[in-house]
């Protein structure tokens, strides 16, 4: 099958990835483990980077005396790091425990899994059979992957494609069979020779369970790993707000991993098992809610686009009222045109949801049900509550104000590896420069914000003689007091030059001959390709300025 442009792009980002020392597939040597990556060498420092920045300008770096441009007023941040397992009540409440799944369907024929929502196809038909296809593929993958499942079906020769007749447009499977358009009696599945072999689908928790103990074996010894880094913060509100003299409106933060068992892993490290969550969870007065919902949501946008992430790459797109959640009461994505999706398609970077007092009530009074549009709390067969809530009042009581009330809470959630992978796509380019002797040679550029760059310069000597590794040397001692910075004196320089651009190292400082003369070296801008000449005595104010 014929890649698009855009997916072969996606493959070029990936072999990248692996062949730079980002990210590698976990424990590869035993073939991987789908859903399961590791990040290397520069993949780590790239997605530390990420998360201070990510940290300092949400909490260490912010202001709490002045409110930030478009904010209601000014508020306080404190940051928390909680347990991946916690106590099973705080999923039953959650909500999680009931439903936090996805539909999956089986091929008896295959062996394979499919996530239901995620299969869709269209009758083919030939010399009066009919069969509806089906594919995993999406956006312009799919009717290709159609297209040959339908002439090997059918058992035609390739030339005898155009006698394929296609009835109705591709339509998901779930919502074909639900409006009785098809019977999965009569669907051909994506790795199926026979129509009929897909089994019903079945509802599977996302969350991964545990045992806990050495003795474990009953059903209250059952635990999760957590899927959200949200609830941990919820069970410690009470703590900080006893403990930190915050005072409404204030945000809990915390940066951590979260697992999610996904039926089918997929893109790179877009829909992974492990991965890690940047999450806030913002409590403020229900009245001023709204504004603070707008505040953050325009807040966490603008993020991404100061970290450099290309505008019209970008989507912010506000839930319809049917996709939101069964707490939610509005959210919004913040969404990024990954290589891998179809043209016009976008995938979700970070969720700004408003909460309302959803959280805080269900750990007080126990799992919460949406009845004729009002939360309340849900009652199982015996009459008493499907899942009991902590009964500790978590309430706020304003002493200035003499009121007391249940925070809203507004909740920007974002994906720590999501975000890596979009600043990975979004700087990577393929352009050609001059080398040494003028002439144009291709090269990978990494076009990294300085912030992100696993190493900020690299210093090379133009050779290894006439002292001039001594100087850069000195240089990279000097440089490496302050930022990350890698010294380099193998090949050519113009191989070099390469290497750091394939790294996304912003700026190279080259000693040559004049450096040992008037204690210049050459700055080398990554983007512009711009040399110029820079006393070594100013290199580190320069470079510390320009960060
Ligand atoms: N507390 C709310 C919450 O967890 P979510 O939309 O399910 O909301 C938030 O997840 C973010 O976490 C997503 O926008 C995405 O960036 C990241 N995320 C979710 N599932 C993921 C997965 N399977 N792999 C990688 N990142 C994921």
Same mark, same amino acid.
């Given at each position: 099958?014929?890649?698009?442009?855009d997916?072969?792009?996606?493959?070029?980002?990936?072999?990248?990835?692996?062949r730079r020392?980002?990210?590698?597939?976990?424990?590869?040597?035993?073939?991987g483990?789908?859903?399961?990556?590791?990040y290397?060498?520069?993949?780590?420092?790239?997605?530390?980077?990420?998360?201070?920045? +990510?940290w300092?300008?949400m909490?260490?770096?912010?202001?709490?005396?002045?409110a930030?441009?478009?904010?209601?007023?000014?508020?306080?941040?404190a940051?928390?790091?909680?347990?991946?397992?916690?106590?099973?009540?705080?999923?039953?409440?959650?909500g999680?425990?009931?439903l936090?799944?996805? +539909?999956?369907i089986?091929?008896?024929?295959s062996?394979?899994?499919?996530?239901?929502?995620h299969?869709?196809?269209?009758?083919?038909?030939?010399?009066?059979?009919?069969?509806?296809?089906v594919?995993?593929a999406s956006g312009?993958?799919?009717q290709?992957?159609?297209?040959?499942?339908?002439?090997?079906f059918?058992?035609?020769?390739?030339?005898?494609?155009?006698?394929?007749e296609w009835?109705?447009g591709?339509t998901?499977l779930?919502?074909a069979?639900?409006?009785?358009?098809t019977?999965?009696?009569?669907?051909?599945g994506?790795?199926?020779?026979?129509?009929?072999?897909?089994?019903?689908?079945?509802?599977?928790?996302?969350?991964?369970?545990?045992?806990?103990?050495?003795?474990?074996?009953?059903?209250?010894?059952?635990?999760?790993l957590r899927?959200?880094?949200a609830?941990?913060i919820f069970?410690?509100f009470k703590?900080v707000l006893?403990?930190s003299?915050?005072?409404?409106?204030f945000?809990?933060?915390q940066?951590?991993?979260s697992?999610?068992?996904?039926?089918?892993?997929?893109?790179?490290?877009f829909r992974?098992?492990?991965f890690?969550?940047?999450?806030?969870e913002?409590?403020?007065k229900?009245?001023?809610?709204?504004a603070?919902?707008?505040? +953050? &949501?325009?807040?966490? +946008?603008?993020?991404?686009?100061?970290?450099?992430?290309t505008?019209?790459?970008?989507?912010?797109r506000?839930?319809?009222?049917d996709?939101l959640?069964?707490y939610?009461?509005?959210?919004?994505?913040?969404?990024?045109?990954?290589?891998?999706?179809?043209?016009?398609?976008?995938g979700?970077?970070?969720g700004?949801a408003? &909460?309302?007092d959803?959280?805080?009530r269900?750990?007080?009074?126990g799992?919460?049900?949406?009845?004729d549009?009002?939360?309340?709390?849900e009652?199982?067969?015996?009459?008493?509550?499907?899942?009991?809530?902590s009964?500790?009042?978590?309430?706020?009581?304003d002493?200035?104000?003499?009121?007391?009330y249940v925070?809203h809470v507004i909740e920007?959630?974002?994906g720590?590896?999501?975000?890596?992978?979009?600043?990975?796509c979004?700087?990577?380019h393929?352009?050609?420069?001059?080398?040494e002797d003028?002439?144009p040679r291709s090269r990978t550029?990494?076009?990294?914000?300085?912030r992100?760059?696993?190493?900020k310069a690299a210093?090379?000597p133009?050779?290894?003689k006439?002292?001039?590794?001594?100087?850069?040397?000195?240089l990279?001692r000097a440089l490496?007091?302050h930022?990350?910075c890698?010294?380099?004196?193998?090949g050519s320089?113009?191989r070099?030059?390469?290497?750091?651009?394939e790294?996304?190292t912003?700026?190279c400082?080259t000693v040559?001959?004049?450096t040992?003369?008037?204690?210049?070296?050459?700055?080398?801008?990554r983007?512009?390709?711009v040399?110029t000449?820079?006393p070594?005595?100013?290199?580190?104010?320069?470079?510390t300025?320009r960060?």
């Amino acid at each position: 099958m014929e890649k698009s442009n855009d997916q072969s792009r996606m493959d070029r980002i990936v072999s990248l990835a692996k062949r730079r020392g980002f990210i590698f597939q976990s424990s590869e040597i035993y073939g991987g483990l789908n859903g399961f990556w590791d990040y290397g060498p520069l993949g780590v420092a790239l997605k530390r980077n990420l998360k201070d920045a +990510w940290w300092h300008d949400m909490v260490a770096g912010h202001d709490e005396l002045a409110a930030p441009a478009g904010a209601p007023e000014a508020y306080e941040m404190a940051g928390l790091d909680c347990t991946i397992i916690m106590h099973p009540q705080v999923w039953k409440c959650s909500g999680h425990f009931d439903l936090f799944h996805d +539909w999956m369907i089986d091929c008896r024929e295959s062996k394979r899994r499919y996530r239901y929502d995620h299969l869709s196809g269209r009758f083919a038909l030939h010399r009066g059979k009919r069969v509806f296809v089906v594919t995993d593929a999406s956006g312009d993958e799919a009717q290709p992957a159609l297209t040959a499942k339908a002439q090997k079906f059918f058992g035609l020769r390739a030339k005898q494609i155009e006698e394929i007749e296609w009835d109705g447009g591709l339509t998901g499977l779930s919502a074909a069979v639900a409006a009785g358009a098809t019977t999965l009696a009569e669907v051909l599945g994506p790795d199926a020779s026979e129509p009929g072999t897909l089994t019903d689908p079945r509802e599977f928790n996302l969350m991964f369970e545990t045992r806990i103990g050495a003795l474990a074996g009953d059903d209250d010894d059952r635990a999760f790993l957590r899927p959200e880094t949200a609830q941990g913060i919820f069970m410690n509100f009470k703590n900080v707000l006893d403990t930190s003299r915050v005072r409404v409106p204030f945000g809990i933060a915390q940066i951590g991993k979260s697992f999610r068992n996904e039926i089918t892993p997929r893109n790179f490290t877009f829909r992974s098992r492990e991965f890690e969550q940047m999450e806030i969870e913002f409590f403020c007065k229900p009245g001023d809610s709204a504004a603070w919902y707008r505040y +953050w &949501r325009d807040r966490r +946008w603008k993020w991404y686009l100061d970290l450099g992430l290309t505008e019209g790459k970008l989507q912010l797109r506000e839930h319809d009222k049917d996709e939101l959640s069964h707490y939610s009461v509005g959210t919004a994505d913040i969404e990024y045109a990954f290589p891998f999706l179809a043209p016009g398609e976008f995938g979700e970077l970070e969720g700004i949801a408003h &909460r309302g007092d959803f959280d805080l009530r269900s750990h007080m009074e126990g799992k919460l049900v949406r009845q004729d549009g009002a939360l309340v709390l849900e009652m199982g067969p015996d009459g008493k509550p499907r899942h009991k809530g902590s009964g500790k009042d978590l309430s706020y009581f304003d002493d200035i104000t003499r009121e007391r009330y249940v925070p809203h809470v507004i909740e920007p959630s974002a994906g720590a590896d999501r975000a890596v992978l979009a600043f990975l796509c979004d700087a990577y380019h393929e352009d050609e420069v001059p080398d040494e002797d003028g002439k144009p040679r291709s090269r990978t550029v990494l076009k990294l914000h300085p912030r992100l760059a696993p190493l900020k310069a690299a210093i090379l000597p133009l050779v290894k003689k006439d002292g001039m590794p001594e100087v850069a040397i000195d240089l990279y001692r000097a440089l490496k007091r302050h930022m990350p910075c890698m010294y380099d004196e193998k090949g050519s320089v113009g191989r070099r030059y390469a290497r750091q651009d394939e790294a996304g190292t912003p700026w190279c400082l080259t000693v040559d001959g004049q450096t040992l003369t008037d204690q210049t070296v050459t700055l080398r801008d990554r983007d512009s390709l711009v040399q110029t000449r820079v006393p070594i005595a100013e290199v580190v104010d320069l470079l510390t300025d320009r960060l």
